[in-house]
């Protein structure tokens, strides 16, 4: 999963001193990977799924639409202008916490 990492573990290589300079370009690769925004991924099961990307900010504000066909997929990140998705229609969404069928939502 996404974003996991030891960092008792990161300190310990950090501290060790040889290797100072790969040490800390390991470190910074392990943290850009912890702050990585998720994606997302969204499977339609009917034509005309609408994906929404909505914004963040004082008003939410929709940014960018997408419509996908059956057995299309979008894969989709947050981002720092992306802060919410909206989807419309029958659709699997895959997360990093589980999946969503848009379906069964009532």
Sequence with gaps: M???FN???MIDVIDEGDGMD???QNADILYKAAIQPPYVVIKA???GVQVIGMTRGE???LHHTEKLDKHEVMIAQFTEHTSAIK???KATIYTAVGRIETDDIS
Excluded: F, L, P
Aim: hydrophobic letters at 15%; aromatic letters at 6%; charged letters at 40%.
């Design 2 to 4: 996404y974003g996991q």
């Design 7 to 9: 960092v008792d573990t």
């Design 22 to 24: 790969e040490a800390k």
């Design 45 to 47: 099961k009917e034509n």
């Design 59 to 61: 008003s939410t504000r």
């Design 87 to 89: 989807v419309r229609g």
